[in-house]
């Protein structure tokens, strides 16, 4: 299901299976949290702005990505 869908271009700065301390800063039309590493959006579920998270990523698009929280 979780699969890492970027395509091979280095300039990603997430990865699938890695965790990242971040900001949740927006939240996007479905309701789940945007947070951002480096302006690569990770969209976290069940989270709210201004949470402080971390979050493990289970997948990568070419714009953005999916995570959850660790923690």
């Keep these: 299901m979780f699969e890492n869908n970027y395509k091979n271009d280095s300039s990603c700065p997430v990865e699938v299976g890695e965790e990242y301390d971040v900001k949740i800063e927006d939240t996007g039309k479905s309701g789940d949290g945007i947070a ?3 302006d690569f959006v990770i969209f976290v579920p069940g989270t709210k702005v201004g949470q402080e998270v971390k979050v493990k990523v289970n ?3 070419r714009n953005f990505s ?5 923690e």
Aim: charged share 35%; hydrophobic share 55%; glycine share 10%.
């Design 36 to 38: 951002k590493v480096e």
């Design 59 to 61: 997948a990568v698009r």
């Design 66 to 70: 999916f995570g959850e929280v660790v």
